[in-house]
């Protein structure tokens, strides 16, 4: 029997404001516990809300960037429940009227191109965090998260696969980052992601019971979570144990490589809606939403389009570059400065993106990149000995001159002082000329390599190879 899997995705992402969303409290990551706190975000009797106006221009801004209608009349709505990281018992977010309704993502997975349409964005405040004390019999709870302004982008049920679903997220994240409007660093939580998901048998319309998985935060997390639930799921009804598939809410345990049953799903009823009271209508001027649609900087998609035509590269070479803004931002301004695009991208995917794999940042300066591209196409050094100067550049503040006249790799490329050496060679390794020209073309590359061992490899090897051509 065939199955197929369907998914639906729920994305919280944490808003770049500086304060929280219903009042002053600083949303700066890696404070003090409860340092970020106030009465409001701790939920004391008489404090009350006052809602962040950025909030509901990044929220507008997020639907523009992900084709949204923007509801220029919406409100906030209680959702009551209760978890000790939840300081009030309930949450402001929004229920029937959210800022943001319909939308859509392209996404594409093995060349496939395929539209994911969306339910809906709607704005809500942070819950705090709950710390599991190892060995211990308490939990603390730090409550600088709570109040952190948040959108949570819901997905309708056309994902098909762990694979679609990486892509949307992957596709998502780059939308929001390029836009400004959330770092999406999952290591630090300001992007989380849980998953609906069911299966039913291929070519059947009736969706089955579908199970929300929690607690992935990567994308290789997500990836391997869906592909261990649908195969649990796929087994249970292939056996005729269909009947254990509940809607419940599973959390994902990466050490065991299995998802576990955390609890039994509410429904929307279980949270008692109603609107909420403390806070009045949000209204939205037209103008408003035509001066953050015009704002707006250039998407991914339209950067790969404009990248592939104006500089000549590659479809994959084009998605490596721009899958980090930051990464895209350094390419084009090392561009800017060498006017050499496919050297340039050729140093970044190779070399630079190794580097941070080391540090979390870019360490060298696109000027020094750009006068490093620079040196090897005038022959000034070697590939190799650039290889060497970046590994400085990356430490050092020196200027590649500076690297390059220390380390003594300025390369050789005087066409009269390279002959003397040419022919040195040649006379002391007369076997392998005769070699040469009875057909035996590897003694070329041993001439070579005895050339560059004469200069310490510092001879062009451009200009060696000609040489050499000749003189043989």
């Known amino acids: 029997m065939n199955y197929e899997t369907i998914i639906g995705l729920e994305i919280h992402v944490e808003l770049n404001t500086k304060s929280k969303i219903f009042c002053s409290c600083s949303t700066g990551f890696g404070a003090q516990p409860n340092k970020n706190t106030c009465p409001v975000c701790t939920g004391l009797p008489g404090a009350l809300p006052v809602l962040n106006k950025e909030v509901v221009n990044l929220a507008v801004r997020a639907g523009t960037a992900l084709n949204c209608d923007i509801n220029l009349i919406n409100k906030t709505d209680r959702k009551n429940y209760f978890y000790p990281d939840l300081p009030k018992a309930y949450q402001i977010s929004q229920f029937d009227i959210p800022i943001c309704s319909n939308g859509h993502i392209d996404i594409e997975v093995e060349k496939e191109k395929k539209r994911v349409n969306l339910t ?13 004390l190892e060995d211990e019999e308490v939990t603390l709870i730090d409550y600088n998260r709570a109040g952190v302004p948040l959108v949570e982008i819901v997905s309708e049920p056309d994902i098909r696969s762990a694979e679609e ?17 959330s770092d999406c660093r999952m290591d630090q939580g300001s992007m989380r992601c849980d998953a609906n998901i069911s299966v039913r048998e291929l070519g059947n319309k009736k969706l089955n019971t579908k199970v929300e998985i929690k607690n992935m935060n990567s994308f290789k997390e997500v990836y391997k979570a869906l592909k261990k639930e649908e195969k649990r799921q796929i087994e249970l009804y292939s056996y005729g144990e269909g009947y254990k598939v509940v809607q419940e809410t599973r959390r994902w345990d990466s050490s065991k490589g299995r998802t576990i049953t955390m609890r039994t799903k509410e429904d929307a009823h279980d949270y008692r809606y109603f609107p909420e009271p403390d806070l009045p209508p949000v209204i939205i001027q037209e103008s408003v939403v035509k001066n953050i649609k015009s704002s707006l900087p250039e998407l991914p998609k339209e950067k790969k389009e404009r990248m592939i035509k104006e500089y000549n590269l590659t479809e994959k070479e084009v998605n490596i570059i721009i899958e980090e803004k930051e990464i895209a931002d350094y390419y084009e301004e090392v561009v800017k400065k060498c006017g050499e695009p496919k050297e340039a991208a050729n140093w970044i995917i190779t070399e630079i993106l190794r580097l941070l794999k080391i540090s979390d940042k870019i360490t060298v300066k696109a000027s020094y990149l750009s006068d490093l591209i620079k040196e090897v196409k005038k022959g000034t050094i070697s590939n190799t000995a650039a290889k060497s100067v970046l590994e400085e550049l990356a430490v050092s503040d020196k200027t590649v001159q500076q690297i390059i006249e220390e380390k003594g790799l300025r390369q050789i490329s005087n066409a009269n002082e390279l002959e003397d050496v040419v022919e040195k060679i040649l006379f002391d390794n007369k076997q392998a000329v005769e070699d040469y020209k009875t057909g035996k073309k590897r003694s070329f590359g041993f001439l070579m390599g005895q050339i560059m061992k004469e200069t310490k490899g510092k001879a062009n090897p451009v200009v060696v190879k000609e040489l050499l051509t000749n003189k043989l």
């Open 165 to 181: 679903a990486v892509s949307f997220l992957k596709t998502l994240r780059s939308i929001l980052v390029y836009s400004q409007i």
């Open 120 to 132: 809906r964005i709607h704005i809500e405040e942070d819950a705090g965090k709950l710390v599991h």
